[in-house]
């Protein structure tokens, strides 16, 4: 993990994202350390390192998919799969360090803790990621707004030894449905 004492804990996460409290901007260095607590303290959680090819998104959701049937979670599937996509895409398309063909390995942990479901992508790039606010005809750019759609929260932060960074991703469930 980073290193850094957990100064929240996962209620205090869930409750700042059931207030509606946390997207990319205000409050979200707080509310990240807090939900970094979910991984941190996590009931449940698994991870796997996937060589950062092609074949990365897929084994990642084949990955996920064995993972929420484990651990009765299978309602959240899509909604996590879509996420795990987008992300493993990222880091394999973006978050390489190494010229193509030469081995490089991603992470992907998920986690599960009082009703939020973490999902952490590592990648060896210092690079974070940046929403892109492209033309509405382009072709691409799109990713990190599906994530923001589909996830109540997400953010990213670079590791502290150097290495590369997280990209963060978290769900609560269940959702509390949106206010018409
Ligand atoms: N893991 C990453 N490492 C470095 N930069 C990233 C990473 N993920 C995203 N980015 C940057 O953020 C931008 C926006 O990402 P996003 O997923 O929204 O779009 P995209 O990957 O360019 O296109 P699409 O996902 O629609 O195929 C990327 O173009 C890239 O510059
Ligand atoms: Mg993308």
């Keep these: 993990m980073t290193g850094r004492s957990p100064v929240g804990t996962a209620a205090a996460a869930e409750s700042l994202m059931g207030s509606g409290g946390w997207r990319e901007g205000a ?3 707080t509310a990240a350390l807090a939900l970094e607590a979910v991984i941190e303290h996590a009931e449940l959680q698994s991870s796997i390192s996937l060589s950062s090819d092609d074949l990365a998104p897929r084994r990642a ?3 996920t998919r064995t993972k929420l049937a484990e651990w ?3 309602v959240l599937v899509d909604r996590v799969l ?3 996509s ?3 895409t990222n880091a394999r398309c973006h978050g390489r360090t190494k010229p193509e063909g030469l081995s490089e390995e991603i992470t992907l942990k ?3 803790q009082n009703a939020v479901v973490g999902i952490e992508l590592e990648d060896n790039s210092r690079q974070l990621p940046v929403p892109r606010k492209g033309p509405t005809g382009a072709l691409d750019g799109r990713g990190l707004c599906l994530v923001a759609a589909e996830a109540d929260a997400w953010t990213s932060c670079l590791k502290p030894d150097g290495t590369g960074k997280r990209v963060l991703a978290f769900l609560r469930w269940p959702s509390t ?3 018409v």
Excluded: N, Q
């Design 27 to 29: 409050g979200m260095k």
């Design 61 to 63: 959701r084949a990955f």
């Design 72 to 74: 009765s979670l299978d």
């Design 82 to 84: 879509l996420i795990v």
């Design 86 to 88: 987008e992300l493993v």
């Design 110 to 112: 998920i986690s599960y």
């Design 177 to 179: 449905p949106s206010a």
